[in-house]
């Protein structure tokens, strides 16, 4: 049934820290229903005329205003002034605690460490309010004090400005501040748009543009190497020009290649002279030695080592080497040379 009926305003919470003003709601509405004289039947101030009714439906709405806690510990309640008078001999001393930490608020107020004069007017009526609620008054003339000596150091002359309109009423120094905060905001705008040194403003469409298709030239001055703006654009002297045209003259780009292996060389038959012993000796040519790394850095031109041309072999000299080292017939030596020339096709 509770959730039928929307709330006016919040609910009382279970440790009745907005207790002053969910009991200021509570007065305030059932005064608007001309029911309020229920909450104090059965006391000497009581009115006679109050009916059954009227308490049923004064109760009801302080029920409907409790939270579920509070509602199931007074659920036997069935007057509407004995659950008030409950509530408040339970949480009325709670003002003693909002109170200090009230003053302590009121305390540290300062005008200089809000940005806008209305964050600073809602920030002061919610300190005075809770001031209010716990029997402390704060006047117009006290509000005035505390706007007028928390200015930042920086704007002494205005607070020694507004003291001397010797404003009585602290609403009347709020709409001065509030005026002035708007005018100075003006000439900020004013300021920034327009150029420095009275140079003509920008037209309208000025910062209106399409964008175009495809990639984006990179903005690259070839004169200075700046990225901010196009050559056409550039302003820099001609020394740093030549410093930036000689640097880029002096810029090399190294490619690291890997040099191929150098085909084998084909073995050389060196004939031996006469009465030498042995066959004849197999000689690797030179280019076959240098052997290239393969992961060795070589610059961009190589040079390919080309094998000499394989020497033809003297028949005559072979069949007289072998002849002399193994002493054999003249058929036994043509047999030989036979074999050896079929071995070397």
């Given at each position: 049934?509770?959730?039928?009926?929307?709330?006016?305003?919040?609910?009382?919470?279970?440790?009745?820290?907005?207790y002053l003003t969910?009991?200021?709601?509570?007065?305030?509405?059932?005064?608007?229903?001309?029911?309020?004289?229920?909450?104090?039947?059965?006391?000497?101030?009581?009115?006679?005329?109050?009916?059954?009714?009227?308490?049923?439906?004064?109760?009801?709405?302080?029920?409907?205003?409790?939270?579920?806690?509070?509602?199931?510990?007074?659920?036997?309640e069935r007057s509407?002034?004995?659950?008030?008078?409950?509530?408040?001999?339970?949480?009325?001393?709670?003002?003693?605690?909002?109170?200090?930490?009230?003053?302590?608020?009121?305390?540290?107020?300062?005008?200089?460490?809000?940005?806008?004069?209305?964050?600073?007017?809602?920030?002061?009526?919610?300190?005075?309010?809770?001031?209010?609620?716990?029997?402390?008054?704060?006047?117009?003339?006290?509000?005035?004090?505390?706007?007028?000596?928390?200015?930042?150091?920086?704007?002494?002359?205005?607070s020694r400005n507004?003291?001397?309109?010797?404003?009585?009423?602290?609403?009347?120094?709020?709409?001065?501040?509030?005026?002035?905060?708007?005018?100075?905001?003006?000439?900020?705008?004013?300021?920034?748009?327009?150029?420095?040194?009275?140079?003509?403003?920008?037209?309208?469409?000025?910062?209106?543009?399409?964008?175009?298709?495809?990639?984006?030239?990179?903005?690259?001055?070839?004169?200075?190497?700046?990225?901010?703006?196009?050559?056409?654009?550039?302003?820099?002297?001609?020394?740093?020009?030549?410093?930036?045209?000689?640097?880029?003259?002096?810029?090399?780009?190294?490619?690291?290649?890997?040099?191929?292996?150098?085909?084998?060389?084909?073995?050389?038959?060196?004939?031996?002279?006469?009465?030498?012993?042995?066959?004849?000796?197999?000689?690797?040519?030179?280019?076959?030695?240098?052997?290239?790394?393969?992961?060795?850095?070589?610059?961009?031109?190589?040079?390919?080592?080309?094998?000499?041309?394989?020497?033809?072999?003297?028949?005559?000299?072979?069949?007289?080497?072998?002849?002399?080292?193994?002493?054999?017939?003249?058929?036994?030596?043509?047999?030989?040379?036979?074999?050896?020339?079929?071995?070397?096709?």
């Amino acid at each position: 049934m509770t959730g039928i009926m929307n709330r006016e305003f919040a609910e009382l919470a279970q440790n009745g820290l907005n207790y002053l003003t969910w009991a200021s709601d509570v007065e305030i509405v059932l005064e608007g229903k001309e029911i309020k004289g229920a909450l104090s039947a059965g006391t000497p101030m009581a009115p006679s005329t109050t009916t059954p009714a009227q308490n049923a439906q004064a109760l009801h709405f302080l029920r409907h205003h409790m939270c579920g806690t509070l509602k199931n510990e007074y659920m036997a309640e069935r007057s509407a002034s004995a659950l008030w008078a409950a509530l408040k001999a339970r949480f009325s001393r709670l003002k003693y605690t909002v109170q200090p930490q009230a003053e302590a608020e009121w305390m540290r107020l300062r005008f200089a460490d809000f940005k806008t004069v209305g964050e600073y007017n809602s920030a002061l009526h919610r300190i005075c309010t809770s001031l209010l609620l716990c029997g402390t008054t704060i006047t117009d003339k006290e509000k005035i004090e505390k706007t007028l000596s928390t200015f930042h150091p920086t704007a002494i002359q205005s607070s020694r400005n507004y003291r001397q309109e010797k404003f009585q009423q602290y609403a009347a120094l709020i709409d001065a501040l509030q005026v002035d905060e708007a005018q100075d905001e003006v000439i900020k705008k004013n300021f920034s748009s327009q150029p420095f040194a009275g140079g003509p403003s920008q037209e309208v469409n000025a910062g209106a543009y399409k964008a175009g298709k495809g990639e984006a030239r990179p903005q690259d001055c070839f004169r200075c190497g700046s990225k901010t703006h196009f050559s056409r654009q550039c302003r820099a002297p001609k020394h740093v020009v030549d410093a930036y045209k000689a640097k880029k003259a002096r810029e090399t780009h190294l490619l690291q290649v890997e040099a191929p292996p150098a085909p084998a060389a084909a073995p050389v038959m060196i004939p031996v002279p006469n009465g030498a012993p042995g066959m004849a000796q197999v000689e690797a040519p030179e280019a076959a030695l240098q052997v290239v790394p393969v992961n060795a850095e070589v610059p961009m031109e190589v040079e390919h080592v080309v094998p000499p041309p394989v020497p033809q072999l003297d028949i005559d000299a072979a069949a007289a080497m072998i002849a002399n080292d193994e002493k054999l017939t003249e058929m036994e030596i043509s047999a030989e040379v036979d074999g050896f020339l079929a071995d070397s096709i």
